[in-house]
């Protein structure tokens, strides 16, 4: 299906065709189109930059004419035109102005009142704007909505979306013909996954057609379950629908191997068997501080992390990567009675680094890498690959932390991923990449405690929230966990010199555990996890608090006390932490547990010689903590933005987590 009016068919759809510029003077020419109502696009534009006084010039006038407006160029200005070359860009109509309300756009000098160049707005004329649509037929599962929205000619909006999400494997799914049916294709959900689609509640959402898709190319969105082919619920797309175009930018793939899996709309792995060997290739639309994961999965039934054998690849600014990695807990790599336990490097953990990286390269946003491996290792740490069935594998993405390790990862899948790497026929279900530009993530609440009152400190464990949490309001990537001061994730604490503090400390005492040990630890470096440290960085950090050293010098935990964690409810997915627009919302609906033991205390007294910012973090761990502002007086800070916890606040959270202590200790 094309769009009436979009005359360059085999082109992508840039909205509703005005014409050609009818050129007079100064070598003007160039397409234009209407986007939306306010804006034009122009394609291909030419002038030789020679008029005295041009400007980009609309009116109501019969024809161009001093009666008229100057319309700001791509860049916003009112400025004399420049020579152009062949130039795409968009033109938005000034003080909300439409197109409805001028009949021409000119190239146009105010000076000698000529007109170079113009296109005319057709009588009547309609310019392109968001079209409504059905609402999902009720077939099953109780699908159902409100009327969609078509916002351009990429992107649904989805009122009131409800289902149960019972289905075996349901996705969003979108083909052509009369009804839907099993020669469709997938579509990513709203965050970009291709997993079999969550339960939804009356829900807004927004879809993405994937790749170079248009809604000119489908006829219906399904929710739709591949293993039994069976429809839940659609809704029809109309044809000739006079919407936006999409100013989503596609990056074509481009992979050298036969077969390719799209495992989310940024992440594809293609690969090719040769003899005993497999070579693969990541392609990822990834930040350069970012890794892609992949691997076989820890176990042969389902897609699982622990356990499994993965390589981490990413580009710094010199040359790309693949490291081989055994993942035995999901935490970082820690030493746990002399051996190293969690996410670990291969040759960490006593074995060998067993791929082999071919090529790398980053362009238009996209890494893409491409390594070999032999399907058995001699390494008994890792997975064989078989031939003769399916592997079951694992994916993520996310970024490195300061030493170049994977920090937590931000996205990964949640339901199982099976590949028959032995393919008869070459297998590909992957499209191009899409990327539109993204509003900033709106930050959780930022929180300071300067009341001169508080001298004694609850910490304890919780998860560090998605963009909204940890991240976003330190900058540091995360490792998962976050230290919850008094009820607050990573607080800012204010606290005076002379006077003495005491931290109630429940991180976790067992050493055992590579993921929930975590003695309270006070230096002057932001980052923590003091332990991972080598000796010469050591060396860097002032230990403040928190830190013993035995006879031979060696660092031991001071403050280790019993764990005691806020944790997500059974069957919760962490990757809707940023559904929650305030910490307060996301912290009740976590489940606190807490051992009955003492806590450890850690008392503290800072004085003269102390910096005036220092951090809280974990022993172990990396990122978990955050400041405290070290001052004379507190005077300085009442009224203040910097006292945004008030007693009465403190009081309040305080009381509620008593009570959950008390309620889990009895």
């Known amino acids: 299906m094309i769009a009436e009016g979009d005359e360059e068919e085999d082109g992508p759809y840039q909205g509703k065709y005005l014409g050609k510029l009818n050129s007079y003077h100064h070598q003007v020419s160039g397409d234009v189109y209407a986007v939306n109502e306010y804006t034009f696009l122009i394609v291909g534009f030419n002038y030789d930059g020679n008029g005295a006084d041009t400007f980009f010039w609309a009116g109501a006038s019969n024809r161009p004419g001093p009666q008229g407006f100057i319309v700001p160029d791509e860049h916003g200005k009112t400025n004399i035109l420049d020579r152009y070359h062949n130039k795409d860009f968009t033109l938005t109509l000034p003080d909300r102005k439409k197109m409805t309300e001028i009949k021409w756009l000119a190239i146009y000098d105010l000076n000698n009142q000529n007109n170079f160049g113009d296109v005319y707005i057709p009588e009547e004329f309609e310019p392109p704007i968001a079209q409504s649509g059905g609402t999902f037929s009720k077939r099953s599962h109780n699908v159902s909505s409100s009327s969609i929205e078509i916002l351009d000619s990429k ?163 010199i040359r790309g990567y693949t490291v081989d990695y055994n993942i035995t807990s999901l935490a970082p790599c820690v030493q746990v009675l002399g051996q190293n336990k ?102 959780w609440e930022r929180t300071r405690i300067s009341d001169p009152t508080v001298r004694t400190f609850n910490a304890y464990l919780g998860p560090s929230g998605g963009l909204r949490g940890y991240q976003g309001l330190t900058g540091h990537v995360s490792s998962g966990l976050a230290w919850y001061i008094n009820g607050y994730m990573i607080p800012e604490l204010y606290l005076k010199r002379g006077l003495t503090y005491t931290f109630r400390v429940r991180g976790g005492n067992n050493p055992h555990s590579p993921e929930y040990y975590h003695p309270l630890v006070i230096t002057d470096d932001p980052q923590g996890g003091y332990d991972r440290l080598s000796d010469a960085k050591q060396s860097e950090i002032r230990v403040l608090a928190g830190v013993e050293f035995t006879r031979r010098g060696r660092p031991k935990a001071a403050a280790a006390g019993p764990l005691c964690i806020s944790r997500y409810p059974s069957n919760y997915d962490r990757r809707l932490d940023d559904h929650f627009p305030t910490f307060k919302k996301f912290n009740r609906s976590l489940v606190t547990e807490c051992s009955d033991e003492a806590p450890a205390l850690l008392d503290i007294t800072p004085n003269i010689t102390w910096p005036d910012t220092v951090y809280y973090n974990s022993f172990t761990h990396g990122n978990m903590g955050w400041k405290i502002h070290i001052i004379d007086n507190y005077s300085n800070l009442r009224g203040g933005a910097n006292s945004n916890v008030s007693r009465w606040s403190w009081s309040w959270w305080g009381s509620l987590l008593l009570v959950q202590l008390l309620l889990v200790l009895h």
């Open 342 to 443: 969690g996410v670990c490097r291969d040759d960490v953990v006593g074995g060998l680094d067993s791929f082999q990286l071919n090529t790398y390269s980053r362009k238009d946003g996209i890494n893409t890498i491409s390594f070999r491996r032999t399907l058995k290792s001699s390494d008994d740490g890792d997975k064989e690959i078989f031939l003769d069935r399916s592997n079951y594998v694992v994916w993520a993405f996310g970024q490195l932390d300061s030493n170049n390790e994977p920090a937590f990862h931000t996205y990964y899948p949640k339901s199982d991923i099976v590949i028959d790497f032995n393919t008869t026929e070459p297998v590909n279900d992957c499209f191009s990449f899409t990327k539109r530009m993204e509003a900033p993530v709106q930050l």
């Open 155 to 317: 992107t649904i909006r989805i009122k009131d979306f409800t289902y149960d999400g019972l289905g075996k494997r349901t996705f969003f799914w979108t083909g052509v013909g009369a009804q839907p049916s099993s020669r469709g294709s997938k579509m990513p959900d709203e965050r970009g996954y291709l997993d079999p689609i969550r339960r939804y509640n009356k829900e807004t959402i927004e879809l993405e057609l994937p790749g170079d898709k248009t809604i000119f190319d489908i006829d219906w969105i399904s929710v739709y379950d591949v293993a039994d082919n069976e429809n839940y619920g659609h809704v029809l797309i109309s044809d000739g629908l006079n919407v936006p175009p999409s100013l989503v930018k596609v990056t074509p793939y481009e992979f050298s191997l036969p077969n390719c899996r799209q495992l989310h709309k940024d992440m594809q792995v293609s690969w090719e068997v040769f003899g005993p060997q497999i070579t693969f290739q990541l392609s990822g639309q990834v930040a350069k501080t970012d890794y892609m994961s992949f691997g076989i999965s820890g176990s042969d039934v389902s897609s699982q992390m622990i356990g499994a054998d993965v390589v981490v690849a990413y580009i710094d600014d």
